[in-house]
């Protein structure tokens, strides 16, 4: 393990996050739903409400068609001009594009993806974010929703991952949070290995008595190469407002 040059070792997983562990780093992912509703429920934690359209199970590859709801994200527009996804290719392996946005007209990647993970905001023009709802799905298959980011938020909340076809992921810690006090909300963490079906890894319980949650795992769940991972609110005694996180350990194989 590296050690600092006060002599004394350095945290482990700053050590994965700064690459300093062969083979070894980390991945967190952030995701937020402001509007979950006891008549809706269950509800996955990201921005496109509902349950994550993320995962689909044909195993085909696709382009994706990415666009905003307002014309000003474009590449001379006030808003977000050119954003970075990142995902898995057609064989399941990590990759990542860089494209320019054409307001409300969708834009088409030059690459295949069997997912898309994360989003994030480059370049904007003076308004300084995206203008708009930006969404980015497969574009023949228009049900894969992956990514659908709020007004102004500059990168994607989506508690949704998928392990890429060359790692293997050891689940480290959760943590989830609500900023409706006068609710109970029930949540999982849920785990579907590639082919198979979905694993309830971990469940708890946000109150009004306690709105925060974070756990870590000594050891972690083992996680497979295209295994499918989310974090998701079963029941919720009023409309609430929920945002969770997860840490995975990748190891190469």
């Given amino acids: 393990m590296p050690i600092t040059n006060s002599g004394f070792a350095t945290d482990f997983y700053l050590n994965a996050a700064r690459g300093e562990i062969a083979g070894t780093s980390l991945r967190i992912k952030t995701g937020r739903n402001k509007t979950i509703d006891s008549t809706t429920d269950p509800e996955d934690i ?20 990415i666009v905003s709801t307002s014309t000003d994200d474009a590449a001379a527009g006030t808003g977000a001009r050119t954003i970075r996804i990142t995902g898995l290719d057609a064989n399941w392996l990590s990759q990542e594009e860089t494209v320019t946005l054409n307001g409300t007209t ?14 994030t905001v480059l370049t904007a023009g003076s308004g300084g974010a995206n203008a708009g709802e930006i969404s980015v799905k497969h574009s023949t298959t228009t049900a894969n929703l992956f990514i659908k980011s709020d007004v ?19 689940l480290a810690q959760i943590t989830a949070s609500s ?21 309830q890894l971990v469940s708890f319980t946000l109150t009004a008595e306690s709105t925060n949650y974070l756990q870590n795992f000594l050891g972690g769940h083992k996680l497979e190469p295209k295994g499918d991972v989310v974090m998701r609110a079963v029941t919720v005694t009023q409309v609430c407002d929920v945002s969770a996180s997860f840490t ?4 190469n194989l």
Avoid at 46 to 59: I, K, R, S
Avoid at 152 to 170: E, L, Q
Avoid at 181 to 194: G, M, N, W
């Fill in 46 to 65: 990201w921005a496109g409400g509902g349950l994550y359209t993320g995962f689909p199970t044909a195993g085909v590859a696709e382009t994706l068609s």
């Fill in 106 to 119: 969708p834009v088409v990647t030059a690459t295949l993806w069997q997912r898309c993970e994360f989003m």
């Fill in 152 to 170: 102004g938020d500059n990168r994607s909340a989506v508690c949704a991952w998928t392990i890429p076809a060359d790692k293997t992921g050891w």
């Fill in 179 to 199: 900023k409706t006090k006068l609710a109970d909300i029930e949540l999982v963490f849920l785990y579907r290995p590639f082919g198979g079906t979905w694993q």
């Fill in 248 to 251: 995975v350990v990748q190891m």
